[in-house]
């Protein structure tokens, strides 16, 4: 969570008391920013800490910003989307058709291995790490990984993200006032 105390609140309102609505303009402009850079911080941190490809995150994630306001200084991301096909973490082997037994691993670092799992190519031309629910041919499911919001939700992940956007809102409340005070925003 990403938070301006009230001192800070206190010292923008008395350095911006000249400017109309200046102390509500320069801390939703700062919390905006904050949350902008987690946004896009997100993808980075994540894969720093799971063996996801970069594509599949982008193809499975709805990701909304609700931006902060002068009416309203609260602002927050939500993430969600599906869960990730195991075939875009790490797993060996990658080709269909190797009769070898099939290795994942979502975090980094990590490994499983999976005695009855196989890889495939679907018509579709899907690629996926699939297993037999019985001993049957079929039906086969398919293994899924980690959905973003999931993998977001890691207390790494969080707390590297936190850090870095408040550190991006501490900045830029600085640069807010300087901006206002010299005229600059509306």
């Not at 609505?21 to 993808?43: D, F, I, P, V, Y």
């Not at 994942?104 to 670092?109: I, L, S, Y």
């Amino acid at each position: 969570m990403i938070e301006v105390s009230a001192e800070t609140i206190e010292r923008v309102e008395a350095l911006l008391a000249g400017v109309p609505k200046g102390a509500e303009r320069a801390l939703s402009n700062a919390m905006n920013r904050g949350l902008s850079k987690m946004k896009t911080g997100a993808a980075k941190k994540v894969r720093e800490v799971y063996a996801v490809q970069s594509s599949a995150i982008n193809e499975a994630t709805n990701t909304r910003i609700q931006k902060a306001s002068t009416g309203n200084l609260a602002g927050y991301i939500h993430f969600s989307g599906c869960k990730i096909p195991l075939y875009k973490f790490k797993v060996t082997p990658k080709a269909p058709g190797t009769k070898k037994q099939v290795t994942a691993a979502v975090k980094k670092g990590g490994g499983t291995a999976f005695e009855n799992a196989f890889i495939a190519q679907m018509k579709s031309g899907h690629f996926g790490v699939f297993e037999r629910e019985t001993s049957k041919r079929l039906p086969v499911e398919e293994k899924m990984g980690l959905a973003m919001a999931q993998m977001v939700g890691n207390l790494n992940v969080m707390t590297e993200l936190e850090k870095e956007a408040q550190k991006t809102v501490n900045e830029r409340i600085v640069h807010e006032i300087d901006r206002l005070l010299n005229g600059y925003g509306g």
